[in-house]
């Protein structure tokens, strides 16, 4: 027996069932979580971003009652992690420790299948990390003018030490060659803290790593600092001004966040970015960050989209100018 419906009555349930999906969604991020959630990792346990991600993670965990479980995939300056987050569901469970390699492998890469800033929704900055321009005390320079002006009249003759090509401090020193017009000759590690040794043996002169790195060995005074690449002074090395108070518009820091797959729905973005935005004004994890040599970095998800966006527009120049290939 076939049953005729008026033409009303009809659309009315045609329409709600169309409805039904988006529904569905909404009901599901209403729930958000209701099992272990992952974030993932590009590097391997124990380095900063992983010792970031574990932080976050814990703080997540214990305000929405659910496991944020910490998976390290490492490999390929962090794509291949990207590429799983990217691949997977947008439902809120696959998440991206994000950091600025993201936005530098859009410039080192140039074969990879996906675009970060398409495919990775910004959710919430955690911190920001800073460098230091350290030189071995051997070099007759105590500010960054002095080293400016001796880097001029010894051209090609310093060796500019770097974790390996793309790394932070191979990206810092080269913004400031860029914009200082000094040859300094680059002497790729694999690492910084090879790199440091290598600095602390004068085997190299000067070293634009981050803080955390090179810290101990100032505060030695194994290692002379001259500037950090923050725009203003940080509260680890008070007595070391910003390299911009001499090379104006100079500022060079690395960031972390967390991103996840495009399309994942409003309502867990929010969520999650007011969860990270709480722990960055709690006074206990500030100071866990502080220890680490970084700041709270908070943002809305908007926020943290521009800034993407016009960071990896402003490294993406340094790499193609000095001609930067990823190793």
Known sequence: MIVKLPRRRFLHLAAGAA????????????????RPVRLIVGFAAGGPSDISARLIGQWL??????????????????NLATETVVRAPPDGYTLL???STNAWNTALYHNLSFDFIRDIAPVAGVCRYAGVVAVNPSVPAATVPEFIAYAKVNPGQINMGSGG????????????KKMTGVELLHVPFRGGGPAVIALLAGHVQVFFG?????IDHIRSG???????????RMEVLPDVPPVSDFVPGYEASGWE??????????????MLNKE?????????FKSRLANLGVEAFASSPAELGRFIVDYTDKWGKVIQAAGIKAE
Request: proline share 8%; glycine share 10%; net charge positive.
């Open 19 to 34: 409805a039904l999906p988006a529904l569905t969604r909404v009901a599901r991020a209403q729930a958000y979580p209701i």
């Open 61 to 78: 965990s214990e305000r929405l009652g659910q496991s944020f479980v910490i998976e390290n995939r490492p490999g390929a300056g962090g």
């Open 97 to 99: 420790e994000t950091t």
């Open 165 to 176: 090509a793309g790394t932070p401090s191979h990206l810092y020193g080269e913004l400031f």
């Open 210 to 214: 981050t803080v955390s790195v090179s």
């Open 222 to 232: 194994k290692l002379r600092p001259l500037g950090v690449t923050t725009r203003t």
């Open 257 to 270: 966040g967390v991103g996840a797959p495009r399309d994942t729905p409003a309502q867990i973005i929010d």
């Open 276 to 284: 990270v935005n709480a722990a960055l004004t709690d006074v206990n």
